[in-house]
């Protein structure tokens, strides 16, 4: 049975630091992509940051250049650093994870009807 399992969110000023990690088990494709998505009272869920097994990247315009996604696969564990936060940048954060056809060489998609897998969320509030 394929868990994610988030962890490091919180409250932190505007400029603050976070990083959030996502622990994931039961998981054993070789190709796949994962990424972080995040979803504020009243409004859609978004993808915010993605990545391939190939390690290929996707970012939303709103963060490049502040977060970064990163895995470890020693730890089966996904990350998301997110830097110079933003009182925008508030809400809860999701990881998910899908399988990838072994020919996969895009770039991993953003959209959430791309992802099977998804965690339980984590807050992040950003204060001005």
């Known amino acids: 049975q394929v868990q994610l399992v988030e962890s490091g969110g919180g409250s932190v000023q505007a400029g603050g630091s976070l990083r959030l990690s996502c622990a994931v088990s039961g998981f054993t494709y070789s190709t796949y992509y994962m990424g972080w998505f995040r979803q504020a009272p009243g409004e859609e869920r978004e993808g915010v940051a993605a990545?391939?097994?190939?390690?290929?990247?996707s970012y939303a315009d709103s963060v490049k250049g502040r977060f970064t996604i990163s895995q470890d696969n020693a730890k089966n564990t996904l990350y998301l650093q997110m830097d110079n936060l933003k009182p925008e940048d508030t809400a809860m954060y999701y990881c998910?994870?899908?399988?990838?056809?072994?020919?996969?060489?895009?770039?991993?998609?953003?959209?959430?009807?791309?992802?099977?897998?998804w965690g339980q969320g984590t807050q992040v509030t950003v204060s001005s």
């Open positions: 998910a994870a899908n399988r990838a056809s072994y020919w996969y060489v895009g770039p991993p998609p953003m959209r959430t009807l791309e992802y099977t897998y």
């Open positions: 990545i391939t097994s190939r390690g290929r990247t």
